[in-house]
Each structure stands twice: as structure tokens, then as C-alpha cells.
């Protein structure tokens, strides 16, 4: 798998170090209440397991998944995969993504759990790739800013490969251009 980056970006200890400060400042922003965390699978789990295991406050876990790429590396449609397990409405709801890219994504979601009427709903983002935004979307927590690059490893994928790299690299242009 390592062959095939073309620049590290981020090291597992620097993940690491970043996803305990956005922890930090998660278990402040939510004293007193009990948020439903739903990872948005499968990019963010690795994101997610570290996150909530440096957070202090009393979570609840949830799951949803979405498929937004097929094997390319732009975005596509839409496709609703799993829907959370537990009700949403009147909960404190924190979304955790992996990478927030063109926004259509986390938009599409939280337009839906809106409807459910929560209490709240928050976005956390492992990595914003600002430049690539083609829906405005307000990003409440984000661990780093990713340049318009394809990035992998760390739960993130290219055509479901390279999702157990411990760190977050640039992928060789020459993987997804043949
Ligand atoms: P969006 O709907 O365009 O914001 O895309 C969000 C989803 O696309 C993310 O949850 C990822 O699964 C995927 N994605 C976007 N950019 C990348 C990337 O650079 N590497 C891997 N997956 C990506
Ligand atoms: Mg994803």
C-alpha cells in the first residue's frame, strides 16, 4: 500500500495529537449533555474509534452509511446505505465524516436528520478540502485542511483500499488514472 503515496501528509502521532485537542474541545462544548455521535461509514471509523475514546462526555454510538464515490475519484450520486439505529429527535446529533470534499454529502445528511427534529446537529470532520466545495456546508469541528489532492489511508479509500494505512497521504496520480 505504501508504494502507492505519493507524499505523507500526517503521521499516526500527529493524527493522534490533533484528534485529542478536537476531543477536548468537543467534551467542552457538550458538558452536561449526552450527544448521539453518528460515524458516517466507513471512512470515519478509525477518526471515530480515537475520537470517542478521548472524549470524557457520555456518548451514545450510532452508525450511518452513505456512498457518495463508486470506484472513481470524483463525486457522484448519493446512495443512503444504512440509516442510524436509534431516534433522533430531540437529541444533541454530532455527524463525524472523514473528509468533507464537495459538501454534498454532509448537506444531503443533515437536511435529512433535520427532519427528524433533533435538539442540535454538529458536523466534526476529520479532513476539510476546502477548495473543492461546491455546497456550503458549516464544518463545527474539522482535525486539518487537505489541499484539492486525493488523500487515502486512516479509514479513507480508494476503491476500498488503503483504508488501514495508520497515516493520511496523497495518493500517485498514476493509481487512479489508468
Ligand atoms: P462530498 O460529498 O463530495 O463532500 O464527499 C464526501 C465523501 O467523499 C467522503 O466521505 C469520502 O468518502 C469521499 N472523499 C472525498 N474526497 C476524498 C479523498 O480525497 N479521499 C478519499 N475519499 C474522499
Ligand atoms: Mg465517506
Given at each position: 500500500?505504501?508504494?502507492?503515496?505519493?507524499?505523507?501528509?500526517?503521521?499516526?502521532?500527529?493524527?493522534?495529537?490533533?484528534?485529542?485537542?478536537?476531543?477536548?474541545?468537543?467534551?467542552?462544548?457538550y458538558?452536561?449533555?449526552?450527544?448521539?455521535?453518528?460515524?458516517?461509514?466507513?471512512?470515519?471509523?478509525?477518526?471515530?474509534?480515537?475520537?470517542?475514546?478521548?472524549?470524557?462526555?457520555?456518548?451514545?454510538?450510532?452508525?450511518?452509511e452513505?456512498?457518495?464515490?463508486?470506484?472513481?475519484?470524483?463525486?457522484?450520486?448519493?446512495?443512503?446505505?444504512k440509516?442510524?439505529?436509534?431516534?433522533?429527535?430531540?437529541?444533541d446529533?454530532?455527524?463525524?465524516?472523514?473528509?468533507?470534499?464537495?459538501?454534498?454529502?454532509?448537506?444531503?445528511?443533515?437536511?435529512?436528520?433535520?427532519?427528524?427534529?433533533?435538539?442540535?446537529?454538529?458536523?466534526?470532520?476529520?479532513?476539510?478540502?476546502?477548495?473543492?466545495?461546491?455546497?456550503?456546508?458549516?464544518?463545527?469541528?474539522?482535525?486539518?485542511?487537505?489541499?484539492?489532492?486525493?488523500?487515502?489511508?486512516?479509514?479513507?479509500?480508494?476503491?476500498?483500499?488503503?483504508?488501514?494505512?495508520?497515516?493520511?497521504?496523497?495518493?500517485?496520480?498514476?493509481i487512479?488514472?489508468?
Open positions: 500500500m505504501e508504494k502507492d503515496i505519493a507524499k505523507k501528509l500526517f503521521s499516526e502521532e500527529e493524527i493522534l495529537v490533533r484528534v485529542k485537542e478536537v476531543a477536548a474541545q468537543i467534551d467542552e462544548d458538558k452536561g449533555k449526552h450527544p448521539t455521535l453518528i460515524a458516517i461509514l466507513k471512512g470515519s471509523i478509525l477518526f471515530y474509534s480515537d475520537l470517542i475514546r478521548n472524549m470524557k462526555t457520555d456518548v451514545v454510538l450510532d452508525f450511518m452513505i456512498s457518495s464515490y463508486g470506484n472513481g475519484t470524483t463525486s457522484g450520486n448519493i446512495k443512503f446505505i440509516d442510524a439505529d436509534f431516534s433522533v429527535e430531540g437529541k446529533i454530532l455527524l463525524v465524516e472523514d473528509i468533507v470534499d464537495s459538501g454534498k454529502t454532509i448537506d444531503y445528511l443533515i437536511k435529512a436528520l433535520a427532519l427528524r427534529k433533533p435538539n442540535s446537529i454538529k458536523v466534526c470532520t476529520l479532513l476539510d478540502k476546502k477548495e473543492a466545495r461546491k455546497v456550503p456546508v458549516e464544518i463545527n469541528y474539522s482535525c486539518f485542511d487537505v489541499g484539492n489532492e486525493f488523500v487515502v489511508g486512516y479509514g479513507l479509500d480508494y476503491a476500498e483500499k488503503y483504508r488501514n494505512l495508520p497515516f493520511i497521504g496523497v495518493l500517485k496520480e498514476e487512479y488514472k489508468k
